[in-house]
């Protein structure tokens, strides 16, 4: 079992930055592929970045490649996405998830899931 809790949201304006974190706590972090997933307003949930269990390798979705960054901390059991040249677009509930195999986009590959952290981005 793998609990995990989001952090960091709130509100900034177009073109500032934002850092959220993912706590992770129960099985070792280090088996767990991570991926950072939104959703806004009547839409659904996409997919925006991904990271194995070492965090050597990483994919974007194509809107926030070059803005947004994953990574991990495994000795701290965090993973984190950092933001930047944000667009009103981005403004969604971000969500972090764990998987046991390779990282993916597919979000029926995530076993387990935080409960989301608001990001607001003022026009």
């Known amino acids: 079992q793998v609990q995990l809790v989001e952090s960091g949201g709130g509100l900034v304006q177009a073109g500032g930055s934002l850092g959220l974190s993912c706590a992770a706590s129960?099985?070792?972090?280090?088996?767990?592929?991570m991926g950072w997933f939104r959703q806004a307003p009547g839409k659904e949930r996409e997919f925006i970045a991904a990271?194995?269990?070492?965090?050597?390798?990483?994919d974007y979705a194509a809107s926030v490649k070059d803005r947004f960054t994953i990574s991990r901390d495994n000795a701290k059991k965090m993973l984190y996405l950092q933001m930047n040249s944000l667009k009103p677009e981005d403004t969604a509930v971000y969500y972090c998830?764990?998987?046991?195999?390779?990282?993916?986009?597919?979000?029926?590959?995530?076993?387990?899931w935080g409960q989301g952290t608001q990001v607001t981005v003022s026009s």
């Open positions: 998830a764990a998987a046991l195999g390779p990282y993916t986009d597919d979000e029926g590959q995530y076993s387990y």
């Open positions: 990271t194995d269990n070492l965090g050597a390798n990483r």
């Open positions: 129960g099985r070792t972090f280090l088996t767990w592929s």
